[in-house]
């Protein structure tokens, strides 16, 4: 029934139209018993030759269709793997940023601590630098108190 050629059912066509009043149905029956039972078969192969021929354009629209539609999954699974490879990597560089941000907020604190304990070394230095002024002054005072010491004794 798939074998059926456009010709075949043209001339089928042809012969039922032709002599149309022999082979309608009541009429093939009082001929023939057998002869209406094949020509009710002929008829629904004529049908059944109609409705394969709409029906093979969109059998073949289907086939076409379900291959770019599995094109379409194999790119979605691989878009998904690479998008899952992504975010993966996002997340690991999201863990490193924090971590290098946590790093430079402990190096920031230890740089204000270093800041502060230099600047309070300055003005140590600079505070001890009077006070050398004022040792090296006793320092004199004290060596002539010492010279004098002994003579002040007696």
């Given amino acids: 029934k798939d074998q059926i050629k456009a010709g075949q059912v043209k001339k089928i ?21 057998a002869g209406y039972g094949l020509l009710q078969w002929v008829l629904a192969m004529v049908k059944y030759y109609d409705v394969a021929k709409g029906v093979e ?10 291959q770019q539609k599995e094109l379409a999954e194999e790119n979605l699974a691989k878009i998904n ?4 490879e992504l975010a993966e990597q996002l997340d690991k560089l999201n863990i490193d940023q924090a971590e290098q941000s946590a790093t430079l907020q402990s190096l920031k604190e230890e740089a204000e601590t270093m800041t502060r304990r230099l600047n ?3 003005q140590l230095i600079g505070g001890l630098g009077s006070e050398r002024k004022r040792w090296t002054e006793d320092l004199k005072v004290m060596d002539e108190v010492k010279k004098r010491l002994v003579g002040d004794c007696l």
């Fill in 57 to 66: 354009p969109k059998r073949k629209l289907v086939a076409d269709l379900q």
């Fill in 120 to 122: 309070a070394a300055s």
């Fill in 81 to 84: 793997k690479e998008l899952g």
């Fill in 13 to 33: 066509r042809d012969l039922l139209n032709k002599e149309k009043e022999t082979f309608e149905g009541e009429n093939m029956k009082a001929v023939s018993k």
